[in-house]
């Protein structure tokens, strides 16, 4: 029974992960197509594509793996699993969503500020969900823990610098910035912060009560 009840709290956190990062993608391309400037990283995949073509989602991806591989020699360990399936599916998923033939950038100022601010909080949302099934940081986030653990600086101090950085060269590149880059950066850590213990009790509530269920069947 105890091992029947893993395999099933398995199957429910990846399910719970996906769903995040499904939730968290729809997010970002919302952000993307409001036109008002959107989140560092997605800059630098904007700037790349619009530099050198393939797809944002495939830049997503390529950039993923270069951070993934920098981060497994910084810490010398090989990343979780989840650390590639978020690489890859969120790619795969920004492509889909790009795809969605009614979804078009809004043509007034207000509705493009709307579609952003909707775009950070469900994004904040879809992270917090992918987060609270414990199954491994994304590349970006690896990389913050790596670079938090060799220097010794505070997170917060190391993301700025990351994000600053990124902004950087997606702008040399070609990338969106604007005012909504700064309000994605402002905005979307209190969205997580908030996001994050809610999702995080309703994750424990989910996984608690298959076992109650199995423990009153036996």
């Known amino acids: 029974m105890a091992h029947s009840h893993r395999g099933s709290a398995q199957i429910l956190q990846w399910g719970i992960f996906f769903a995040g990062l499904l939730i968290m993608s729809f997010g970002i391309v919302l952000t993307i197509k409001a036109d ?10 904007i700037g790349l594509y619009r530099r050198f073509g393939l797809t944002i989602g495939t830049w997503s991806i390529i950039v993923g793996i270069a951070i993934l591989m920098v981060s497994a020699l910084l810490l010398k360990q090989f990343p979780r699993i989840g650390a590639f399936l978020n690489m890859i599916f969120v790619g795969i998923f920004i492509d ?4 969605i033939p009614y979804l078009h950038t809004p043509e007034t100022l207000g509705g ?8 950070i909080v469900i994004t904040g949302y879809g992270m917090g969900i992918y987060i609270s ?3 491994g940081a994304g590349p970006r986030d690896s990389l913050m823990i790596a ?3 060799l220097t010794g600086w505070k997170v917060q101090y190391i993301r700025i610098a990351m994000e600053g950085l990124v902004l950087f060269f997606g702008w040399v590149l070609g990338g969106p910035v604007s005012i909504g880059t700064l309000i994605f950066c ?10 994050l213990p809610q999702c995080r009790r309703v994750t424990e509530r989910m996984l608690i009560r298959p076992a109650h269920v199995k423990t009153n069947s036996c």
């Open 36 to 45: 008002f400037g959107c989140a560092p990283w997605d800059v630098l995949h």
């Open 112 to 119: 493009k500020l709307v579609m952003l601010l909707v775009g």
């Open 147 to 149: 670079l938090t653990e």
């Open 96 to 99: 889909l969503y790009m795809m």
């Open 133 to 135: 099934a414990n199954m």
């Open 186 to 195: 402002v905005m979307i850590g209190s969205i997580v912060g908030i996001a």
